[in-house]
């Protein structure tokens, strides 16, 4: 098991910078298996301009890049001879909502790795806020090759 890691180890492996890093920091990673992230969500989140001005909502599709993100952490500590150049996130299958992230809330992913054939990485995403999920996906990852 890998120990947890914070906000300079994260931008040493994703090119993300704000304001679209949603990974402020790793509670755990198991490399081959799973890892655990963490983001704040704060009212000061550029997006909350105008999603929505009056009733402020984390938009979906930046809840599923944070699932993305965190799945490429992942895969750098499971793919350690693969450059990270090589790895492109590449499907999006099954994408549910439950609840509303607010600001203030502290968002939790969880991303899993469920099949992995040569080139290609299959992962499960899950987002919580306190215990409860707010968020499901299945994501898919090209490894190596011309992307």
């Known amino acids: 098991m890998t120990t947890a890691y914070d906000t300079q180890k994260i931008f040493s492996v994703l090119p993300h910078r704000y304001p679209f890093i949603f990974v402020d920091r790793v509670l755990e990673v198991i490399p081959n298996e799973k890892i655990v992230t ?5 009212i000061n989140e550029p997006f909350f301009q105008g999603h929505f001005p009056h009733k402020p909502i984390m938009p979906g599709v ?3 890049e944070g699932m993305v993100q965190s799945g490429a952490l992942l895969l750098y500590e499971t793919l350690p001879d693969v450059d990270k150049n090589q790895v492109c996130f590449a499907g999006i299958d099954g994408a549910r909502f439950r609840n509303p992230v607010l600001p203030g809330d502290q968002l939790i992913f969880r991303v ?23 968020a499901q996906a299945k994501l898919m990852a090209l490894i190596g090759g011309d992307q």
């Open 38 to 42: 963490l983001k704040n969500v704060s």
């Open 62 to 64: 930046l809840i599923i």
């Open 112 to 134: 899993e790795i469920r099949k992995r054939r040569p080139g290609v990485i299959k992962m499960s995403g899950n987002a919580f806020v306190e215990k409860n999920r707010v």
